[in-house]
């Protein structure tokens, strides 16, 4: 009778360790830590304008930010000053956005379908 029993006990217990270990190979990763940097879901956090705004005057010059921010950031100077109003860094740099952004993209609202493409 002892053997019987066993005969269900084992294969029980083997069944539950994969459960287990499977269950621990899909478990959900982490959420990263707040104020951990890098892009690690593929999006990059970009500064708030008072961060980059040392001086608090309400202006971003290229004295306040590193060369590399400033590459990208003498873009939104519209009017050619070499300073970047809140009202500027706010409209973006003109980097091209998907379909839906503004400016629409190819296949946005308004846009004919491509030659061939089903209506």
Known sequence: ???????????????????????????????????GGGPAGGERKRPKFEDLDKN???LITEDEVTKEQWERMKKRDKDGDGKVSK???????????GPGGPGGGPGGPGTPPAPGTPK
């Not at 706010?90 to 956005?97: E, I, S």
């Open 1 to 35: 009778m002892r053997n019987n029993r066993n005969i269900f006990v084992v294969p029980s217990m083997l069944a539950l360790a994969i459960t287990g270990a499977s269950l621990a190979l899909i478990a959900p990763p982490e959420p990263p830590a707040p104020g």
């Open 56 to 58: 608090k005057d309400g």
């Open 87 to 97: 009202d500027e860094f706010g409209q973006g740099g003109g980097r091209p956005r």
